[in-house]
């Protein structure tokens, strides 16, 4: 089974920078899509990244301009770059992984990491 562990959440200043990543206990093969979520409290789980198998990335408006996401296929690691960060980025924020070639899809997800942006 494969796990996807995340590390680099914490607490962090508004304005601060935080780099999340997220690695493969494994190789994944297919990989059709890599990306980040995050859920707040009381908040339904949003998408906040993702890169596609050909290197294309999208970002919803809340975030564009202020994160990252880039991936290194040999670690099978995806990265999360998080520049002026405010208090509403505050969230759990999970990694995912879309393996297959085509419809339907798995997705793996990571278990979380903890983002606390507050001065």
């Known amino acids: 089974q494969v796990q996807l562990v995340e590390s680099g959440g914490g607490l962090v200043q508004p304005g601060g920078s935080l780099k999340l990543s997220c690695a493969a206990s494994?190789?994944?093969?297919?990989?059709?899509?890599m990306g980040w979520s995050r859920q707040a409290p009381g908040k339904q789980r949003e998408l906040v990244a993702a890169?596609?198998?050909?290197?294309?990335?999208t970002y919803p408006g809340s975030v564009k301009g202020r994160f990252i996401i880039s991936r290194d296929n040999a670690k099978n690691t995806v990265y999360l770059q998080m520049n002026s960060l405010k208090p509403e980025d505050t969230a759990v924020y999970y990694c995912?992984?879309?393996?297959?070639?085509?419809?339907?899809?798995?997705?793996?997800w990571g278990q979380g990491t903890q983002v606390t942006v507050s001065s």
């Open positions: 995912y992984v879309d393996a297959g070639e085509r419809p339907p899809r798995i997705r793996y």
């Open positions: 890169i596609f198998s050909g290197g294309t990335t």
């Open positions: 494994e190789t994944i093969y297919s990989i059709y899509a």
